[in-house]
């Protein structure tokens, strides 16, 4: 593990002194009303967990008890054994008996400007019919498929499909390029593809069908593509394999039964990067998963039927997963969708959409604020907001500036901020303020969830003091857990099993302060954190040698005021080739033609060779450092060869 990162980001959040109780009118109401409701949860939770999680599992439609609540033996969990439900059934059929019936299910907004709604009862007959028409193609009980569409209504169809009857989905975000869509498929050994003719992002149409058409040469476990028509875009159509998504649903049967599938029966498949080139195939489950996506969904976001609840996370990302499709659905929310970009046509369309649809729950990504806050506040100040009345953010540390902005300007400072901690790998909303009950501190998560032990420790797995840097760890299962890697499960107990003795390694750094609040320092692996992405510094290094000029590439994060880091990459040449600026964009688009244009470089920089240690450890500290621009402090005397370093920070362009 590498040591702990610079102490500097977390002395600038501690300066953060404000505290923001949440607003009485807003406390008034709150399902969890007043930090003494929160104690007693929280109480609860600590005394019996199991306990506290039957009570949440309750709140579901089982077609068969549970007879067990949590069996465990370190690293493997199994939550609600002897219990089957469907996880479609909990997040459809069940609505459909009471006044949910015709309530909006999915408002949808495309990004050229139309907009579709789609009631519960609408919604479910989707999912019935494409259901029907992934067992005509031969789709059975725990086999994968590969979604890979746009952020359209049909997206959260296919994986209600699939949860229908039991397949596995593994959802690829239509930004990956075909090679990660391949390596992906191939993973997870996938039977079917489902894509569209295209997507719209930012004006254009995104070309999916093209990617599946070059993944799939390479992918034999797959033998069929459903294609779905949303932009009317010319496709390569190729007969035997490919399938029109509304054809196969024309002739397929509305009345297929959901499947009452195990407790454990497999979910989904979602690939995450790690700290090797690899990514990591996290497998969830079905009753655990639900029981605690639906419980968060529901508490931290203090979700009422009478709201408008608009997740901006893509389908592709576990927030869109867990926080667009299956909690709130769970729940019987109205979740709003959007297909496109968040400033297309112009910088207000996001305030708009908040406008026109009443939106009145916003959970977005610190990196679109500060994107907003440097657009201007003319373009919220030119909408009504008054709708919303309560705000989220995941995936990144925000820092208190763009906190306060978006609490005054887009929250009108009536609106409660919950800042989510939360991983792929963890399912759900692990640390968390309940918006009625836990007064923020910009910049923090807060404190972990009812029934969640997470802590700040050692190496040891000792606590540290409050102030003092530490690993972020999990103590205790919990439901909405990974179950292991798919395929991997030695790389699942190695890489967070076993880091710590006995607890859940998450891989970022925290430190709590005398309140007990939490403050995450980021990854403390080679993971890096753009926009909101996961990265692994491995696979963007990977891509760069496969460019036949290059030698030896190093990819580190560098801080970034908009992205949060953004990814700078050092370069050594194979010999014969020099140097350009044009050599500088073709890797650019390289790296993103081989993983998908998140992962394209912000910078590259050229290098006669790279620092190293005596054992050739690239030096990456260094290069961080060098790349953030500071004179490069601590320990350099392992250091091969210090002329290195001195070329690398002159290369500054
Ligand atoms: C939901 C998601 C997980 C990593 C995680 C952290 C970082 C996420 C916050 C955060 C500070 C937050 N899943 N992270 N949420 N850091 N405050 N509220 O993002 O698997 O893609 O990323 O993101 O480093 O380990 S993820």
Known sequence: MDPLPAEKSIDVLLKEKRRYPPPAAFVKAARVSGPAARARLQARGAKAPEKFWEDAARELSWD??????????????????????????????????????????????????????????????????????????????????????????????????????????????????????????????????????????????????????????????VTAVVVLKRTNTDVAIHEGRDHWWHRLTAKASADGPAEPLDSEHPLFILYTSGSTGKPKGVLHTTAGYLVQTAWTTKNVFDLRDTDVYWCTADVGWVTGHSYVVYGPLACGATVLMYEGAPMQPRPDRFWEIVERHRVSVLYTAPTAIRAFMKAGDEHPRGRDLSSLRLLGTVGEPINPEAWRWYRDVIGGGRCPIVDTWWQTETGAILISPLPGATPAKPGSATLPLPGVDADVVDKAGKPVPPGSGGYLVVRRPWPAMLRTIWGDDERYQAQYWSQIPGMYFTGDGARKDKDGYFWILGRIDDVLNVAGHRLSTMEIESALVGHPAVAEAAAVGRPDELLGQAVAAFVTLKGGRLPSPELKEELREHVAKAIGAIARPSEIRFADALPKTRSGKIMRRLLREVAAGRAVQGDVTTLEDLTVLAALQKDEE
């Open 64 to 221: 068969k008890p549970w007879r067990r609540v949590l069996e465990w033996k370190v690293p493997h969990a199994r939550w609600f054994s002897g219990g089957k439900l469907n996880v479609a059934a909990n997040c459809l059929d069940r609505h459909l008996d009471g006044p949910r019936r015709h309530k909006a299910a999915i408002i949808w907004e495309g990004e050229p400007g139309e907009t579709r709604t789609l009631t519960y009862l609408q919604l479910h007959r989707e999912v019935c019919l494409f259901a029907s028409a992934l067992k005509d193609l031969g789709v059975a009980k725990g086999d994968r498929v590969a979604i890979y569409l746009p952020m359209v209504p049909e997206a959260a169809i296919a994986m209600l499909a699939c949860a229908r009857i039991g397949a596995v989905h593994g959802v690829v975000f239509g930004g990956f390029s075909a090679e990660s869509l391949r390596d992906r498929i191939n993973d997870a050994g996938a039977k079917v593809v489902i894509t569209a003719d295209g997507g719209w992002r930012k004006g254009a149409v995104v070309r999916l069908k093209d990617a599946v058409d070059e993944a799939v040469k390479s992918a034999p476990s």
